[in-house]
Every structure is written in structure tokens, then in C-alpha cells.
């Protein structure tokens, strides 16, 4: 059995995976606000899962995990990962001593959401653009939620290979000049304007309060509320004008830094938009803004527009490549034909 985890800044979702050859099938699944766990250590809430996964009638044992795997947001080194909006510190070796098991593996989440692709059913992705199909090249993947993730899939002549990175942690790059203006006020407030200050859950008010600081919602008030979740609701509903003009310019945004993403590494294969908030903004997604800012790049327009672009609809995206990387671990580096991996399509 393995244990997976996608470890994030807002939620935690665990689950046990039972084998069945080369195919992993779900058997017990949580999800758990990172909050209420942020004063405690991370061991903590894998043995609380744990326990429950394991209570009585369920015909689980704890010995019956083989292996575990984790994503998480941060830069994973040896071994270990420094979580950025996650309250742990993360260490395989550690985990492994702890729980007694032989393998343990970290990865990036954004490096486990591209794991997950050949696990996806069809229904688990949306086409936002459709391009042409090039499955022999490079690929990228971007996630906005509680922080900003970016990944890729090179093409090594012969398969994908996944491959994290911080892009999130890069310098704001204003196109427009309201885009300047922003960056000039971001600026007076943030000692380090990156992509993710705007492209997150918190970049909504920062967006907000940019376009008109005289307006406000409940939410901005309130120390547990979720002032992006309010302003994208208004949004949506075309209650609030400032609302509007604040996600349609966080949008745009999203698209110019999915299109930087894709020159970066070529990734005319295909890209991928990951991440909690996209799935929320679907109707805003869908509407051509992010499409038309992500291929406005000069002469090299063309070349973006015959990219395809997904929306990643399952949230366990990230879950289902971390177990399957540990399963291929636990296996001594086995690799996973992806008509097996396939068959889990759905089951997520």
C-alpha cells in the first residue's frame, strides 16, 4: 500500500493506495485544513490520518504501507524540502526512520501534477486552446493558488522527464502600462515584487485595492476570511465593477506568465494550468482572456497560438503522481508503462 500526500498552503489531502500490479487504486482518502495542523509538527498529522485510515472494521493495518510520497510547494534538495506557504520543514530520511519504511519520496507539487498527466481521464482536463498536438516535445505546467507553482516535461527522445522550478519566486514583469502603474504600487508595499505576490489567492486584493482602494468587502476585515474568494464571486456575478476589472486584469496577467513559461522552455508540446483557483474562475478562464494575453508575444505569437492549453479539473492531480512515483521507487526505479498508469484514468 503507499501513502501519498499533496501538501499545500490551505489544504492537505492524503491518501492510502492499494496495488494491483502496476495500476494504483484509492482506498481511503482525507483531506485536512494545513491551518489547524500549523502549530503541530508534520509526523503529526500523517499519524492522525493514519489513524483513522486504520480504525476499527476498516481492514487496514499500518504495516501494510510500503512506501510514501509527498508534494509539496518549495524547492526540494536532498532529500529535504523548505515548504513555501506550508508551516514544515519536510525530510525523507526522517519520515522514512519515523514511520519504517524504506522509501520516501519528495517532489515539487507542480513536479508531481506533471507526473499525474498520463493518469488524467479525458474529463479531467479542459481544453482552453486547441493548438497542435506535438507529443514528442517539451511541456509545462502552471498552478495558481495559495502560491504560484511552475514545472516541466522535457522530451528526452524517448519519454517525459519532470522537472520543478521556483518561476513562481521570478520578478513581476508589467507589459502594459496599467501593468507599470501596478508594479510601481506593489513596490511602496512589498520589499520583493515576484509573479506570485499577484498570481495567488492574495494577489486578488492586492489588485483590488490597486484598481480602488475606497472599495470594500466584508472579507477584508475579517482576520479568517478569504478576501479572493469574495472578489472573485463579485466577479463572477458582475456585482462589483471593481471586482470585475481586478480579476479580468489577474487574468490577463495569469496568461502573460503561462506564455513567458512556455518560450522558457519551448513547451510546444503543451501547457498545462493547474492549481486551486482556475477551476473556481472557469467562466473567466473560458471567456479567451488568459488565451489572448498567453500568445501576445510579438512575432512569436504564431508559434504560442498552435500551443495547446489545458485546465487540469481534478484536484488530486498532484496526489496521483506523487503515489505513483513512489510505487515506481518502492519498485527499484521500475518504469511505468503509461498504458498502465492509464488504466487508474478516473479513479481519481
Request: charged share 20%; with cysteine; net charge negative.
Given at each position: 500500500?503507499?501513502?501519498?500526500?499533496?501538501?499545500?498552503?490551505?489544504?492537505?489531502?492524503?491518501?492510502?493506495?492499494?496495488?494491483?500490479?502496476?495500476?494504483?487504486?484509492?482506498?481511503?482518502?482525507?483531506?485536512?485544513?494545513?491551518?489547524?495542523?500549523?502549530?503541530?509538527?508534520?509526523?503529526?498529522l500523517i499519524e492522525d490520518f493514519i489513524r483513522q485510515a486504520t480504525g476499527p472494521?476498516?481492514?487496514?493495518?499500518?504495516?501494510d504501507i510500503i512506501a510514501a510520497g509527498f508534494g509539496s510547494a518549495g524547492a526540494?534538495?536532498?532529500?529535504?524540502?523548505?515548504?513555501?506557504?506550508?508551516?514544515?520543514?519536510?525530510?525523507?530520511?526522517?519520515?522514512?526512520?519515523?514511520?519504517?519504511?524504506?522509501?520516501?519520496?519528495?517532489?515539487?507539487?507542480?513536479?508531481?501534477?506533471?507526473?499525474?498527466?498520463?493518469?488524467?481521464?479525458?474529463?479531467?482536463?479542459?481544453?482552453?486552446?486547441?493548438?497542435?498536438?506535438?507529443?514528442?516535445?517539451?511541456?509545462?505546467?502552471?498552478?495558481?493558488?495559495?502560491?504560484?507553482?511552475?514545472?516541466?516535461?522535457?522530451?528526452?527522445?524517448?519519454?517525459?522527464?519532470?522537472?520543478?522550478?521556483?518561476?513562481?519566486?521570478?520578478?513581476?514583469?508589467?507589459?502594459?502600462?496599467?501593468?507599470?502603474?501596478?508594479?510601481?504600487?506593489?513596490?511602496?508595499?512589498l520589499a520583493h515584487v515576484s509573479c506570485e505576490e499577484i498570481l495567488s489567492g492574495?494577489?486578488?486584493?492586492?489588485?483590488?485595492?490597486?484598481?480602488?482602494?475606497?472599495?470594500?468587502?466584508?472579507?477584508?476585515?475579517?482576520?479568517?476570511?478569504?478576501?479572493?474568494?469574495?472578489?472573485?464571486?463579485?466577479?463572477?456575478?458582475?456585482?462589483?465593477?471593481?471586482?470585475?476589472?481586478?480579476?479580468?486584469?489577474?487574468?490577463?496577467?495569469?496568461?502573460?506568465?503561462?506564455?513567458?513559461?512556455?518560450?522558457?522552455?519551448?513547451?510546444?508540446?503543451?501547457?498545462?494550468?493547474?492549481?486551486?483557483?482556475?477551476?473556481?474562475?472557469?467562466?473567466?478562464?473560458?471567456?479567451?482572456?488568459?488565451?489572448?494575453?498567453?500568445?501576445?508575444?510579438?512575432?512569436?505569437?504564431?508559434?504560442?497560438?498552435?500551443?495547446?492549453?489545458?485546465?487540469?479539473?481534478?484536484?488530486?492531480?498532484?496526489?496521483?503522481?506523487?503515489?505513483?512515483?513512489?510505487?515506481?521507487?518502492?519498485?527499484?526505479?521500475?518504469?511505468?508503462?503509461?498504458?498502465?498508469?492509464?488504466?487508474?484514468?478516473?479513479?481519481?
Amino acid at each position: 500500500m503507499i501513502l501519498a500526500g499533496d501538501i499545500g498552503g490551505t489544504k492537505c489531502n492524503l491518501a492510502l493506495f492499494g496495488e494491483q500490479g502496476v495500476v494504483l487504486r484509492p482506498v481511503f482518502q482525507r483531506r485536512y485544513s494545513t491551518r489547524d495542523y500549523a502549530h503541530l509538527q508534520f509526523e503529526d498529522l500523517i499519524e492522525d490520518f493514519i489513524r483513522q485510515a486504520t480504525g476499527p472494521g476498516s481492514g487496514i493495518s499500518g504495516q501494510d504501507i510500503i512506501a510514501a510520497g509527498f508534494g509539496s510547494a518549495g524547492a526540494v534538495v536532498d532529500g529535504r524540502v523548505q515548504g513555501i506557504n506550508v508551516p514544515w520543514a519536510l525530510d525523507a530520511r526522517a519520515l522514512a526512520r519515523k514511520f519504517g519504511l524504506g522509501d520516501v519520496v519528495l517532489l515539487n507539487d507542480l513536479a508531481a501534477t506533471a507526473l499525474s498527466l498520463d493518469n488524467l481521464a479525458s474529463e479531467d482536463l479542459l481544453m482552453l486552446n486547441q493548438g497542435v498536438a506535438q507529443p514528442s516535445a517539451n511541456k509545462a505546467l502552471i498552478a495558481a493558488g495559495t502560491g504560484l507553482g511552475e514545472a516541466f516535461l522535457f522530451w528526452d527522445g524517448q519519454r517525459h522527464r519532470a522537472a520543478s522550478s521556483e518561476g513562481g519566486q521570478a520578478d513581476f514583469a508589467p507589459r502594459t502600462d496599467q501593468e507599470i502603474e501596478l508594479l510601481r504600487f506593489l513596490k511602496k508595499r512589498l520589499a520583493h515584487v515576484s509573479c506570485e505576490e499577484i498570481l495567488s489567492g492574495r494577489g486578488f486584493r492586492r489588485l483590488h485595492e490597486f484598481l480602488n482602494s475606497a472599495v470594500r468587502h466584508p472579507s477584508f476585515d475579517a482576520p479568517e476570511a478569504d478576501p479572493g474568494a469574495e472578489i472573485t464571486q463579485h466577479a463572477l456575478a458582475r456585482s462589483c465593477s471593481v471586482c470585475v476589472e481586478a480579476l479580468d486584469l489577474w487574468t490577463a496577467a495569469y496568461g502573460a506568465e503561462g506564455g513567458n513559461l512556455a518560450l522558457r522552455v519551448l513547451a510546444v508540446g503543451g501547457v498545462y494550468v493547474a492549481g486551486g483557483i482556475a477551476p473556481k474562475i472557469l467562466p473567466k478562464m473560458k471567456d479567451g482572456t488568459f488565451v489572448r494575453s498567453f500568445c501576445d508575444k510579438a512575432k512569436l505569437a504564431p508559434m504560442l497560438a498552435r500551443i495547446p492549453i489545458y485546465l487540469i479539473l481534478n484536484e488530486d492531480a498532484p496526489l496521483w503522481g506523487v503515489a505513483y512515483q513512489a510505487l515506481t521507487s518502492s519498485r527499484g526505479y521500475i518504469d511505468l508503462e503509461p498504458a498502465a498508469r492509464s488504466a487508474a484514468s478516473g479513479t481519481g
